[in-house]
């Protein structure tokens, strides 16, 4: 099984002949490759796992996975799993619409 997260590109660059993105998910940011989708631009939503993006989604199915992944959070919480720093966790799951 594999679990990704969505993300919205915000810059594309090759780093030593790798295509690579920095991703924003709500107000935290991460490198990754976009080798598996490199017909990926600015401002598209693709899912991450791993370091890769591996596919690109439409910014609604994007929205629906972060309040389905907010959701997880919440009851896992409640049910008193450790879900490290939540605070954090939910603002990395906050959608990004700029």
Do not use: Q, T
């Amino acid at each position: 099984m594999c679990l990704a997260v969505p993300g919205k590109v915000v810059e594309i660059d090759d780093a030593g002949g790798l295509l690579m993105a920095e991703i924003a998910y709500g107000p935290v940011r991460n490198r990754v490759c976009l080798e598996y989708v490199p017909e990926a631009v600015i401002g598209d939503f693709v899912m991450v796992h791993a370091g890769f993006a591996i596919s690109i989604i439409d910014p609604e199915e994007a929205k629906k996975s972060l309040a389905a992944w907010r959701h997880y959070v919440e009851v896992a919480s409640r049910a008193g799993v450790d879900v490290g720093d939540k605070d954090a966790l939910m603002r990395s799951l906050e959608e990004d619409d700029g």
